[in-house]
């Protein structure tokens, strides 16, 4: 049996897994990120595989990193919510500090090849996966392979433009998707929603603190859940917004399957159900091809660090 660590980065948490031929997670380790990011998240990541090749055999290491990654898969390009990283030639830094082959990718990628392998897309070539987060990511997989593009930063679909001058993103551009179907998307939303019927909204904002700015996107899941016409009307437009983006992504990139992942999956088919709605109502040449299915990520925050330990082994 070959065994293989993945290394999940994010801007709060390292976390590592020992994880076999099967995808099954035989022992995780989790550190926090440290602020200061650099070498310090460096020696981090070194320290959970050291700490992991103790008592584990393992022969390689892949490492899921947030942020834009060469396509050589050696250096980070650009990490917006880890410090001092940007450029950080990290392939060959940690290869030669941990002592062991390691593949770097983005971490969307590498949930997407996890459920590609191992998860809700097992066994199809032609795989998209959304993560439903703060903001929207995407990983790409064609004929069986990860699509990274000629530069290592393709798929990053939470920033192709559906509304011409729409809300300002983080990037610099109006009308990202990410503006209008990711997690922070909903908030809005949900705020939007609260300003035009605020009389129905005090079991919502209850959740909370009591305002607006007290919600998070679980009290709106939860709300939902238990029927609230506010939360539920904050999920509904959510879900529309990303299905009206996956009918132009199924145009363009013709996946199988469209897996959605992140923290708004939660909310389960309150959220995917308008999403499929919408997906099929928007779809160019709708009943003359075979549509995407649009299913749920089984993986979970595990996918990233399955994917990467999975992409190390292929290597």
């Given at each position: 049996?070959?065994?293989?660590?993945?290394?999940d980065?994010?801007g709060?948490?390292?976390?590592?897994?020992?994880?076999?031929?099967?995808?099954?997670?035989?022992?995780?380790?989790?550190?926090?990120?440290p602020r200061?990011?650099?070498?310090?998240l460096?020696?981090?990541?070194?320290?959970?595989?050291h700490q992991?090749?103790?008592?584990?055999?393992?022969?390689?290491?892949?490492?899921?990193?947030a942020?834009?990654?060469?396509?050589?898969?050696?250096?980070?390009?650009?990490?917006?919510?880890?410090?001092?990283?940007?450029g950080?030639?990290l392939?060959?830094?940690?290869?030669e500090?941990?002592?062991?082959?390691?593949?770097?990718?983005?971490?969307a990628?590498?949930?997407?090849?996890?459920?590609?392998?191992?998860?809700?897309g097992?066994?199809?070539?032609n795989?998209?996966?959304?993560?439903?987060?703060t903001?929207?990511?995407g990983?790409?997989l064609?004929?069986?392979?990860?699509?990274?593009?000629?530069y290592?930063?393709?798929?990053?679909?939470?920033?192709?433009?559906?509304v011409?001058?729409?809300?300002?993103?983080g990037?610099g551009?109006?009308?990202c998707?990410?503006?209008?179907?990711?997690?922070?998307?909903m908030?809005?939303?949900?705020?939007?929603?609260?300003?035009?019927?605020?009389?129905?909204?005090?079991?919502?904002?209850?959740?909370?603190?009591?305002?607006?700015?007290g919600?998070?996107?679980?009290?709106?899941?939860?709300?939902a859940?238990?029927?609230?016409?506010?939360?539920?009307?904050?999920?509904?437009?959510?879900?529309?917004?990303?299905?009206?983006?996956?009918?132009?992504?199924?145009?363009?990139?013709?996946?199988?399957?469209?897996?959605?992942?992140?923290?708004?999956?939660?909310?389960?088919?309150?959220?995917?159900?308008p999403?499929?709605?919408m997906?099929?109502?928007k779809?160019?040449?709708?009943?003359?091809?075979?549509?995407?299915?649009?299913?749920?990520?089984?993986?979970?925050?595990?996918?990233?660090?399955?994917?990467?330990?999975?992409?190390?082994?292929?290597?």
């Open positions: 049996m070959t065994l293989s660590i993945g290394i980065v994010g709060t948490k390292v976390l590592g897994g020992v994880v076999d031929e099967s995808g099954k997670i035989l022992e995780t380790l989790r550190l926090e990120t200061e990011g650099g070498s310090a460096t020696q981090t990541i070194v320290d959970v595989a992991l090749l103790a008592k584990y055999p393992a022969e390689s290491v892949g490492i899921s990193a942020g834009l990654v060469s396509s050589d898969r050696r250096t980070m390009l650009a990490t917006p919510n880890i410090a001092d990283w940007n950080a030639p392939g060959d830094q940690l290869t500090l941990i002592g062991l082959p390691v593949v770097l990718e983005n971490d990628n590498a949930a997407a090849w996890g459920e590609a392998r191992f998860g809700a097992n066994g199809e070539g795989l998209l996966l959304i993560i439903v987060g903001g929207i990511g990983g790409f064609l004929n069986g392979q990860i699509y990274r593009g000629a290592g930063v393709a798929a990053e679909i939470g920033h192709m433009r559906v011409p001058e729409g809300h300002l993103c990037c551009a109006r009308g998707f990410e503006q209008y179907a990711s997690g922070t998307a908030l809005r939303h949900a705020r939007e929603a609260i300003s035009a019927s605020p009389d129905l909204a005090r079991n919502l904002l209850a959740r909370g603190d009591g305002t607006v700015h919600l998070t996107g679980s009290h709106i899941t939860q709300a859940q238990a029927g609230d016409s506010v939360a539920l009307a904050a999920l509904n437009t959510t879900g529309q917004w990303l299905g009206a983006g996956i009918s132009s992504l199924a145009m363009i990139l013709n996946p199988a399957v469209v897996v959605i992942s992140g923290g708004a999956i939660a909310a389960g088919e309150l959220l995917l159900a999403a499929r709605e997906a099929l109502r779809l160019p040449f709708r009943g003359k091809h075979p549509e995407t299915q649009i299913v749920a990520a089984t993986l979970g925050n595990q996918a990233g660090l399955v994917g990467a330990s999975d992409l190390a082994r292929q290597k």
